[in-house]
């Protein structure tokens, strides 16, 4: 079925440091990803994409990574701030193509 | 500035009592979509809009209606509110479907007694 779950639902880690928060997915004929940042008191808010075209793909210190041979999906935060501390949800498009199916997230804590 | 915006950000109200969120959006965007976030169940779609005059059901579509008049506006409304709805709600939209970012308002948090 459409399911998009993720591994863990806590992260914590020290500021510098690299994080990765990973993502499984059930659907195998998903062809669109995307990760989402929520704040507390904020709505999620979008941080990168990448379609199934794709293995990888960068941004300012993210990068996603897909693996659709193990239906896997990872965040990777290059030096970690006090400020990316979120709550960080991977999320997908269900079969029909008219809503996102969302992970229930990985709370990132970022100490100093 | 490019946004979402939902209005109000808290709401507490009594069961029965008719109440409408607003949502706009200032993006030209086609799509639009309401999501309800709950502790443990995560984000869940209610309703969502193709384009103008266009509105379906999404996962969880009961005890809500929503109207799609202008390409700018999304209310949602809740005609006779129950307990169980309370959350916290979102509204989102896209440049086109789902091929491309859907962007969140900042939410409304509802309470009813």
């Known amino acids: 079925g459409e399911n998009v779950g993720l591994h863990l639902p806590t992260l914590s880690v020290q500021e510098g440091d690299n994080s990765i928060i990973n993502c499984a997915y059930s659907n195998s004929a998903s062809d669109y990803f995307i990760w989402y940042k929520q704040e507390s008191g904020k709505g999620p808010q979008f941080i990168i994409d990448i379609r199934s075209n794709m293995d990888k793909r960068q941004g300012q210190r993210v990068t996603v990574l897909l693996n659709k041979t193990v239906k896997h999906l990872s965040l990777q935060i290059a030096a970690t701030q006090p400020g990316d501390s979120a709550v960080y949800f991977c999320a997908d498009v269900n079969q029909a193509g008219t809503a996102l199916i969302f992970g229930k997230g990985t709370t990132l804590s970022v100490s100093s | 500035e490019a946004q979402v915006t939902q209005n109000p950000r808290y709401l507490i109200t009594v069961t029965g009592k008719k109440l409408t969120v607003t949502c706009s959006q200032n993006m030209n965007h086609e799509y639009m979509s309401w999501y309800r976030q709950d502790p443990g169940l995560g984000l869940r779609q209610i309703y969502y809009s193709m384009n103008v005059e266009v509105t379906d059901k999404g996962d969880v579509p009961e005890g809500y209606k929503v109207s799609r008049k202008e390409k700018r506006n999304f209310p949602l409304i809740l005609e006779s509110p129950s307990p169980n709805q309370t959350s916290l709600y979102f509204c989102?939209?896209?440049?086109?479907?789902?091929?491309?970012?859907?962007?969140f308002g900042n939410g409304t948090r509802l309470t009813v007694t």
């Open positions: 989102a939209s896209s440049l086109s479907g789902l091929n491309s970012p859907l962007h």
